[in-house]
């Protein structure tokens, strides 16, 4: 019987390694992004300009949840 076993493999394939990391990396990068726009929208709501402010959040937001579902 020629058979190989396939379990070492199938072992690797479960086994969380590298391509993890550029993931979290995305996500770190993508609560940047979300901080920073926030900081910013925040500051023309401070400096009298609400309803740009405010738009400026609702976009960036809508943006953001779709740039993160993959869209």
């Known amino acids: 019987m020629g058979a190989q076993d396939d379990f ?10 590298p ?5 979290s990396s995305g996500l770190r990068g993508l ?3 979300a901080a920073a726009t926030a900081a910013g929208c925040t500051v023309l ?3 009298g300009a609400a309803p740009l402010g405010a738009a400026g959040l609702v976009l960036s937001s ?3 949840l779709l740039w993160r579902a993959g869209m």
């Open 8 to 17: 070492g493999l199938w072992e690797r394939e479960l086994r969380s390694g």
């Open 19 to 23: 391509s993890d990391r550029p993931e």
């Open 31 to 33: 609560l940047l992004v």
């Open 45 to 47: 709501i401070t400096l």
């Open 62 to 64: 809508v943006i953001l």
